[in-house]
C-alpha cells in the first residue's frame, strides 16, 4: 500500500485501491508522511479526500487518443499561480 523511493526528495507512493473506507487509512499513520520533505504520490486519492491537506494538488492524466494526454492541475489557487510562473520561467518548480 506504501512504498518510499529514495531520492533527493524522498518519495512516498500510495496506493489506496484497495481501502473500503477513508478510516482505514488512518491506521497507516498517514500524518507523518503529509507532514515530512518528501513528495506524496497517492493514486485513488478521491477515497480519502477527508484526510487531505488544504494544499493539496491532484493532478489527472486524461487519455485524448493513445498516443496523447491531457494533464490537469487542480488546487488551491495560490498554488497553481506559483506553478504557473515558475513554467513560464524555464520549468523548474519550487513546490518544496
Known amino acids: 500500500m506504501i512504498n518510499e ?28 508522511y503529509f507532514g515530512g520533505r518528501g513528495v506524496v504520490v497517492i493514486e485513488w486519492a478521491e477515497k480519502i479526500s477527508k484526510l487531505l491537506p488544504e494544499n ?3 493532478i489527472n492524466f486524461e487519455y485524448i487518443d493513445e498516443n496523447k494526454r491531457r494533464i490537469v492541475i487542480e488546487g488551491p489557487e495560490k498554488r497553481l499561480k506559483e506553478i504557473n510562473t515558475d513554467i513560464k520561467n524555464g520549468g523548474c518548480l519550487r513546490w518544496l
Open 5 to 32: 523511493y529514495p531520492a533527493r526528495l524522498r518519495l512516498y507512493h500510495f496506493d489506496v485501491y484497495r481501502l473500503n473506507d477513508y478510516s482505514e487509512f488512518e491506521d497507516l499513520g498517514y500524518e507523518e
Open 56 to 58: 493539496t494538488l491532484f
